[in-house]
């Protein structure tokens, strides 16, 4: 959604993916926009929250990706809160 709205650009992406490529994790390039800790990213989960805002030309949008692991349920109800 980030990409396809125009959010980030494409050479970002690809960044993403050559870097999740090198981890055997490329499907995750999408993922990566908003999982930044190295923990999130070797293991595949989201831990903490994070969002990301951007404009289409009819919409301001934000994206919010919270931790669905049980492990995590602290930290996604504070970032829903």
């Known amino acids: 959604l980030i990409y396809q709205g ?4 494409k050479r970002t992406i690809e960044k993403f993916e050559k870097e999740a490529s090198e981890l055997g994790k490329g499907s995750f390039k ?3 926009v908003l ?3 190295k923990a999130e990213r070797e293991r595949g989960i989201t831990i903490d929250i994070a969002l990301w805002k951007f404009e ?3 919409y301001y949008v934000t994206v919010i990706d ?3 692991h049980r492990d995590f349920i602290k930290n996604m109800i504070t970032g829903t809160s």
């Open 56 to 58: 289409t030309p009819r």
């Open 66 to 68: 919270a931790p669905g």
């Open 30 to 32: 999408y993922a990566w």
């Open 6 to 9: 125009g959010g980030i650009d």
């Open 35 to 37: 999982d930044k800790l």
